[in-house]
């Protein structure tokens, strides 16, 4: 069975047909979804979500979203998860998320921090890991986490970076999100890497609708195709898909504390 560790399900583009694309999923294997917030508008779409028997959610506050974002965001982040936490609810959040810095976009990197640090401590408050964007910053991301020793650690989604840059966050008990990228043949610097990771150090996921496999460009990306990113995993590392799958899946469960009820769902 595999889990898509990061799917944004909550989104508009699904709107018209997200049970049918859950079912197309289920029906290649994908036992359960993990869905991670990016705007304080967007929660209670989360939330609700939240309460289907196969999907595990996250909050947070998504850097690429930075000007959506308003100060009184995080008191209402934290106040937010508490509530979940002590309610006897199935929308229980499992991490942070989706928070980091996105060196993409410099004029607002002082916003991104700030936003990003408040989330870390939140995240150290309420005992969470943290669900992490992390673009063109991969060596300042890992200070800063190291520097706040997160007791869950959590997910660096969308990993790209270089095998030394993967070592650092393995270290800190950290798994990487391989996704639509590993499908790129342009993409030999993480396929390595990808080859190179130990057993326990990653996670598969499709950030649908986003990041697209080689292939479907174009295309809205859906869950169900995590299948085919374990396939590609599997032939890099040489391994079956029937253990790639349970790796991963293993892996999630872990970091995200599921219980084996929520796991083969």
């Known amino acids: ?28 294997g994908v036992c359960r979804f993990i869905v991670p917030a990016t705007v304080r508008a967007r929660w209670q779409n989360v939330l ?30 934290e106040t937010l998860i508490l509530q979940q936490l002590a309610g006897a609810c199935p929308a229980r959040p499992v991490a942070i998320g989706e928070c980091g810095i996105d060196g993409r976009f410099t004029d607002s990197l002082d916003e991104q921090w700030h936003y990003f640090d408040e989330q870390l401590n939140i995240a150290k408050r309420c005992k969470l890991p943290v669900v992490v964007h992390c673009v063109k910053a991969n060596d300042t991301v890992s200070k800063r986490l190291r520097q706040q020793a997160l007791p869950g650690a959590g997910l660096i989604h ?34 390595r890497v990808v080859a190179k990771l130990p057993d ?25 195709r995590v299948m085919l990113v374990a396939q590609e995993v599997a032939r890099l590392r ?16 872990r970091v995200f504390k599921l219980t084996g009820d929520e796991t083969n769902s």
């Open 238 to 253: 040489r391994q079956s898909f029937d253990t790639v799958a349970a790796l991963s899946s293993d892996n999630a469960a």
């Open 1 to 28: 069975m595999l889990i898509d560790a990061h799917c944004h399900l909550d989104v508009t583009e699904f709107d018209t047909d997200r049970d049918a694309v859950i079912a197309v999923a289920q029906a290649v």
């Open 200 to 224: 326990d150090g990653f996670v598969l996921e499709t950030d649908s609708p986003d990041m697209p496999l080689s292939g479907y460009q174009g295309q809205r990306n859906e869950p169900s």
């Open 48 to 77: 609700a979500l939240g309460k289907r028997d196969d999907v595990s959610i996250c909050l947070g506050l998504h850097p690429y979203f930075i000007e959506q974002h308003q100060p009184d965001d995080l008191k209402a982040l």
């Open 158 to 191: 969308a990993f790209s970076g270089s095998y030394e840059q993967a070592v650092k966050f393995l270290d800190l008990g950290y798994v990487l999100g391989l996704g639509g990228a590993v499908t790129y043949e342009r993409a030999q610097k993480l396929r």
